[in-house]
């Protein structure tokens, strides 16, 4: 399971200080491995919040280009990025 929270600046800040073209390198690397062993699977994991919801057609066109499923949920805790939150109005 491969962690992935957003594309290119997205990434960059909810993986601070992580760089999103190592990234790009460690995701091309194994998949190279997974063409040395034919029982690697591999899968895309995101942690999906406030912050990378916007991204998420990003994140889905990057796992697709890369040939690696893509699965998530959705952040519960802290309520503050959660997307399952709503504003009450007064």
Same mark, same amino acid.
């Given at each position: 399971v491969i962690s992935m929270d957003g594309t290119?600046?997205?990434f960059e800040?909810?993986?601070?200080?992580?760089?999103w073209d190592k990234?790009?390198? %460690?995701?091309?690397?194994y998949k190279q491995l997974q063409q040395q062993?034919?029982?690697l699977s591999l899968?895309?994991?995101t942690s999906v919040s406030t912050m990378?919801?916007?991204d998420l057609p990003n994140m889905i066109a990057f796992a697709n280009s890369v040939?690696?499923?893509l699965n998530g949920n959705a952040v519960q805790v802290p309520t503050a990025i959660c997307i399952n939150? %709503?504003?009450i109005c007064s």
């Open positions: 290119k600046e997205v800040y909810c993986r601070f200080p992580l760089k990234f790009v390198e %460690t995701v091309e690397q062993y034919s029982n899968l895309l994991w990378c919801l916007s040939g690696i499923h939150k %709503t504003n």
